[in-house]
Nanobody
Framework: QVQLVESGGGLVQAGGSLRLSCAAS????????MGWFRQAPGKEREFVSA????????YYGDSVKGRYTISRDNAKNMVYLQMNSLKPEDTAVYYC?????????????????WGQGTQVTVSS
């Protein structure tokens, strides 16, 4: 049973930083792509970032490039999202996702497993 558990969300002022964590368990993820998505109230789920578990290749959505950094710790089965220079428009529930042989990294339907989400609120 695959489990993804996010943590690290919270309230931060604009310009501040947060680091989200995703603890992955239940299988070997070596052939998986691990992604972060976010969803703000009344908006569609938006791709944030993704990383391949084996080679660490990364991909970012345009709205977070240069501000966010995704990483993984293979030994701990953890994926991280370092978020810097946060803006009020970054406010959303952030979800960790895992997908096997993902072709379209930014497409949520390519990911078969999801965490419960963690709230990030950026005040102006």
């Amino acid at each position: 049973q695959v489990q993804l558990v996010e943590s690290g969300g919270g309230l931060v002022q604009a310009g501040g930083s947060l680091r989200l964590s995703c603890a992955a368990s239940g299988r070997t993820f070596s052939s998986y792509v691990m992604g972060w998505f976010r969803q703000a109230p009344g908006k569609e789920r938006e791709f944030v970032s993704a990383i391949t578990w084996n080679f660490g290749i990364t991909y970012y959505g345009d709205s977070v490039k240069g501000r966010y950094t995704i990483s993984r710790d293979n030994a701990k089965n953890m994926v991280y999202l370092q978020m810097n220079s946060l803006k009020p428009e970054d406010t959303a529930v952030y979800y960790c996702a895992a997908g096997f042989s993902v072709g379209r990294w930014a497409h949520a339907d390519e990911y078969g497993y999801w965490g419960q989400g963690t709230q990030v609120t950026v005040s102006s």
